[in-house]
């Protein structure tokens, strides 16, 4: 079983919302870093946005106007919501962690999430 189980995506409508989210495991006390990247079809993955404790975020500066990410303290989850959708949002979103397993810190990825934006 995955330590970061990633939800949301699916098929939405441009001008739309779509929403993410990326829980980490309940067994997990000590979470760093949460961060959100994706891939788009025939492009490398990118960077989108991340968040640490205190809620200090950190957008790529071509979507802060349009990406929000938020934790959710109580369940372990970080989320990404992208509104005003647009056709080139369509790709696979990743969740990535810095997780304390163990008494060791290491980076973590979720499987992905695929958001597609069509009429």
């Known amino acids: 079983q995955a330590l970061l189980a990633v939800s949301g995506g699916g098929l939405a409508q441009p001008g739309g919302s779509l929403r993410l989210s990326c829980q980490a495991s309940v067994n997990i006390f000590v979470i760093g870093i949460m961060a959100w990247y994706r891939q788009a079809p025939g492009k490398e993955r990118e960077f989108v946005a991340n968040?640490?404790?205190?809620?200090?975020?950190n957008y790529t500066d071509s979507e802060k106007g349009r990406f929000i990410i938020s934790r959710e303290y109580d369940k372990h989850a970080v989320n990404l919501r992208i509104n005003s959708l647009k056709p080139e949002d369509t790709a696979v979103y990743y969740c990535?962690?810095?997780?304390?397993?163990?008494?060791?810190?290491?980076?973590?990825w979720g499987q992905g999430t695929r958001g597609t934006v069509a009429s």
């Open positions: 968040i640490k404790s205190g809620n200090i975020v």
């Open positions: 990535c962690a810095g997780l304390l397993v163990s008494g060791s810190w290491s980076s973590y």
